[in-house]
């Protein structure tokens, strides 16, 4: 497990936001190539301006992890969201770590740190086809059900997660 350092985003963090979400989201998505609707995407939605916004809403947190003054990845979560159930709690909207940086704690650490300190009840979704869904059973989340939405013309299907019973217990216990 690297050594890093979680902390709130900041309006300096902005760009380096957005220029994570874009090499993420790529990484993800594009893996035939990049058609012209994903890079469209990326580039309207991932910029500074993005997230600047929600670091300034109070309804939002991210949390950065930072390693000797390099971004690893992020967490982003919406307390306006919900999911069939509002005892689900907040969204992670995004849970986005550098490829080079996955599977050495990073994801793993920002999700603890964000249960910690916003609560243990939490959701997302996750396209069916991302290998982050094996992360998020491994970590312990419950697959609640499947969220279909249209990305141009195709249907986007996704898994839900829920923050189980036993990560709500241990974070509980982290909390004391």
Known sequence: ML????RPA??????????ISIQVWLDT??????????AQFALETFSSAYF???????????FVSEQNGHLL????????SDYNNEDYGYEIEKLYVLRHFQGK?????????ASIKLGPCFWLYTWVENQANLF?????????????????EWEIENNVFRSSDTLKHLSNVAQR
Not at 3 to 6: A, D, G
Not at 10 to 19: F, K, M, N
Not at 52 to 59: D, G, Q, S, T, Y
Not at 141 to 151: E, H, I, S
């Open 73 to 80: 990845g992020f967490i982003l979560t919406n307390h306006n």
């Open 3 to 6: 050594n890093v350092t979680i």
């Open 29 to 38: 998505y594009a893996q035939k190539g990049i058609r012209h609707e994903y």
């Open 52 to 62: 600047l916004e929600r670091i300034e809403k109070p309804e939002f947190n991210i």
């Open 10 to 19: 900041v309006p300096s963090d902005a760009v380096t936001l957005a220029a």
């Open 136 to 152: 998020y059973e491994k970590y312990g989340l419950t697959n609640v059900g499947k969220f279909t939405f249209t990305f141009y």
């Open 105 to 113: 704690g990073v994801g793993s650490q920002l999700m603890n740190y």
